[in-house]
T-cell receptor, first 113, second 110 residues
Framework: EAAVTQSPRNKVAVTGGKVTLSCNQT?????MYWYRQDTGHGLRLIHY???????EKGDIPDGYKASRPSQENFSLILELATPSQTSVYFC????????????FGEGTRLSVL | GQQVQQSPTSLVLQEGENAELQCNFS?????MQWFYQRPGGSLISVFY???GTKQSGRLTSTTVIKERRSSLHISSSQITDSGTYLC????????????FGSGTRLLVSP
């Protein structure tokens, strides 16, 4: 069964600390995405990837890095976390051109104190 | 840049009433989708609807590309329909980059 799994599901971090959010998909999708969701903004795209080894900047990449070491895994890295990065983060995977919506993970709730 | 405007921002219905959710796009689009999200939950695709009308049970989506708009109609609403409905568009430029609206929060009460 197609799945996108995020870990951790909840995270509390301190300002200035490093945070890594992980995403794994078993769908053999080429494309993977990281979004954050905040009240009043919907979902905003941070980084995305077309395949292993590729990362692309989305609409709000500042303060975030991404890593795609394999087809299955896509990580979002906050090198120096700030309180403004407190949010809910969603990972998604999709296959470009197959007329299907991307599949989303359950989300990671991050609080930066 | 691409913008997606959803309306209304929130909606309260009595069970059994119908709802009409709107989505307007600032640029031409290649595809659009409707998603449903429970509070604190993930997003579930409801419709992938590049153009025309699609129906699934009590839900109907209509997209008019040349007018840059899409609607989601919920008939005979049920309490379990409560949640947030988001529309998203892909302009077809720069790869598969989906832009979301802010969502409509729907509450269906008994």
């Amino acid at each position: 069964e197609a799945a996108v799994t995020q870990s951790p599901r909840n995270k509390v971090a301190v300002t200035g600390g490093k945070v890594t959010l992980s995403c794994n998909q078993t769908n053999n999708h080429n494309n993977m995405y990281w979004y954050r969701q905040d009240t009043g903004h919907g979902l905003r795209l941070i980084h995305y990837s077309y395949g292993a080894g590729s990362t692309e900047k989305g609409d709000i990449p500042d303060g975030y890095k991404a890593s795609r070491p394999s087809q299955e895994n896509f990580s979002l890295i906050l090198e120096l976390a700030t309180p403004s990065q407190t949010s809910v983060y969603f990972c998604a995977s999709g296959a470009q051109g197959d007329n299907q919506a991307p599949l989303f993970g359950e989300g990671t709730r991050l609080s930066v104190l | 840049g691409q913008q997606v405007q959803q309306s209304p921002t929130s909606l309260v219905l009595q069970e059994g009433e119908n709802a009409e959710l709107q989505c307007n796009f600032s640029t031409s689009l290649n595809s659009m989708q409707w998603f449903y999200q429970r509070p604190g939950g993930s997003l579930i695709s409801v419709f992938y609807n590049p153009s025309g009308t699609k129906q699934s049970g009590r839900l109907t989506s209509t997209t008019v590309i040349k007018e840059r708009r899409s609607s989601l109609h919920i008939s005979s609403s049920q309490i379990t329909d409560s949640g947030t409905y988001l529309c998203a568009m892909d302009s077809g430029t720069g790869g598969y980059k989906v832009v979301f609206g802010s969502g409509t929060r729907l509450l269906v009460s008994p």
